[in-house]
């Protein structure tokens, strides 16, 4: 028999349904499974057992109540999941892997949490993150780095991968994570699980703690395609709190629609198969893009000539917010305070003492890509250049319906091996920041191993607000396959 934290959220909510288990039997079956493995993996920086437990069991009052004439709970009633540690869960502390927020318990709910609580899923806790979603390995958290489930000297990839950790190594169902240039694809890549990254502005902001407000998407990484469009279907859509929010209603997504991909048109971007990408990465998206293929799609070779400029006008857009979203950590209003003779010296003394070192960089970079005469030079030309950016991502769906690539150049690297070097880190996110600054949806799904054993992904993106087709296309290849069924072992 399976255990219970090896179900996916399809099976979990079957068996509720089927009374073969209760909510209680599977939060417990999680948070048992979060006690043993996490001392080893640090997916979760808080536990939060007794609020998930009492979900739990409301979840399980909820089922016990219903009667034939009721309308039917809804799918994710009693599904245990985590919450990475940028987005607010009312009463239970948020710290954005930052010491400079430890202690602070938001008042409110992120519009995405509210929704998924709502729903009836069970919070089991809150996940390990780069400090302010800023990095691409979590070892940027104030608090330790995670470690990839498939190896533990790995990084699980970052800024969302304690949320990557943890739902590879079956410590929930599912779990929420952030996307601001790669942070849930690159993640889902090095731990071998599915991550769509939505479309701007189709998931709330509210109540995430912003990182690049242009740029930051609320998606989530689970076992499957077919896993996930539950919590997208519950997340997405318009909200008052977020004016930002698409107001566009969200479509009842059916998978099966696409159950082959016979007509599919699928390009792949000539600018994503360079020099200094692990062979073995290169060959096996080349494979799943054979394997799409044989089932029907057809694929066109494209371009993205302006793929090259999105790491270097990302590094000044994303800093450049950073900075201005950040000021608003003063010691003052959130979190803990390094006393000091005057208030200037109080700020100057708490922003020294509580950013890590990354924070600080991309504070100092994006101040002087706004200051007064550099503005034009830097953050006004880096915004036109986005412009191109987003021109190419437009020009390429009037061709295709998707375009599939690599979702980073390498597979999961060693913990420290970009300790002294930012710049080599930045390089992992060369193929995911494209679709942030075009605002594009995009998913990440295993499609491989390398000679390591350390698992591949694949990245399909597709037009703004075309979560659909990402859906449809990924889980006809999650059909046809079992790379996303294998598992790290325990
Ligand atoms: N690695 C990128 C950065 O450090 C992306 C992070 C993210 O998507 N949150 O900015």
Known sequence: MTALYDLTVL?????????????????????????????????????????????????????????????????????????????????IPATCGSKILQGFRPPYHATSVKRLIEAGAVILGKTNTDEFAMGSSTENSAYGVTHNPWNLTRVPGGSSGGSAAAVASRMCCAALGTDTGGSIRQPASFCGVTGLKTSYGR???????AYGSSLDTVGALGRSAADLLPLFSTMAGSDSLDST?????????????????????????????????????????????????????SIFPITLPHTDLALPVYYLIAPAEASANLARFDGIRYGPRVEADSLLEQYLETRGALFGSEVKRRIMLGTYALSAGYYDAYYGQAQKVRTLIKADFDEAFEQVDVIACPVAPT??????????????MYLEDVFTLPANLAGVPGISFPVGFDQQGLPIGMQLNAPFLGEEILFQATHAYQLATDWHKEKPSP
């Open 203 to 209: 998931v709330s902001r509210y109540g995430l703690i």
């Open 411 to 424: 597979t999961a690297f060693e913990i420290g091996a970009h300790g002294e070097n930012p710049l080599a």
């Open 11 to 91: 099976e979990a909510a079957q068996a509720l349904r089927k009374g073969e288990a209760s909510a209680r039997l599977l939060t417990t079956a999680f948070l048992e499974r979060i006690e043993s493995l996490n001392p080893r993996l640090f997916a979760f920086l808080e536990v939060t057992a007794d609020m998930a437990l009492a979900q739990a069991d409301e979840s399980d009052r909820r089922r016990a109540a219903q009667k034939p004439s009721d309308p039917p709970l809804s799918l994710l009633d009693g599904i245990p999941i985590a919450v990475k540690d940028v987005l607010a869960v009312k009463g």
């Open 245 to 297: 929010c698409m107001p566009d209603t969200v479509p009842d997504i059916d998978l099966n629609a696409l159950q082959s991909v016979e007509g599919l048109r699928i390009g792949v971007p000539r600018e994503y198969f360079i020099d200094g990408i692990q062979p073995e990465v290169k060959q096996a998206v080349r494979t799943a893009v054979d394997q799409y293929a044989a089932m029907g799609a």
